[in-house]
């Protein structure tokens, strides 16, 4: 499974953006999905999770009532509402999916800039 990432760029504070990954191979097997990000000197952190028919969702503290996440499945895409952001939301942004008896896979990341 292959994921690519868009929707990245330069907000302000208090402003929104919308993330979108798109899969593409087999997407048949794709269970899980999530979106992590890493600030520069940071480690990877878990933004937010959902199950594979999207019925289910998990947060970090630090993003809950401000991000939302979702997913097509006809489209293989998943998707990050952001709104409210902040400046330490600034960070590169990765899909991860968890494809049936492969693993995972990773996009490639898009760059999220919050100015204050």
């Known amino acids: 499974v292959q994921l690519v990432e868009s929707g990245g760029g330069l907000v302000q504070a208090g402003g929104s953006l919308k993330l979108s990954c798109t899969a593409s191979?087999?997407?048949?097997?794709?269970?899980?999905m999530a979106w992590y990000r890493q600030a520069p000197g940071k480690q990877r952190e878990l933004v937010a999770m959902?199950?594979?028919?999207?019925?289910?969702?998990n947060y970090a503290d630090s993003v809950k009532g401000r991000f939302t996440i979702s997913r097509d499945n006809v489209k293989n895409t998943l998707y990050l509402q952001m709104n409210s952001l902040r400046p330490e939301d600034t960070a590169v942004y990765y899909c991860?999916?968890?494809?049936?008896?492969?693993?995972?896979?990773w996009g490639q990341g898009t760059q999220v800039t919050v100015s204050s």
């Open positions: 191979g087999d997407t048949f097997s794709i269970n899980f």
């Open positions: 959902i199950t594979s028919g999207g019925d289910g969702t």
């Open positions: 991860r999916a968890w494809v049936g008896s492969q693993g995972d896979s």
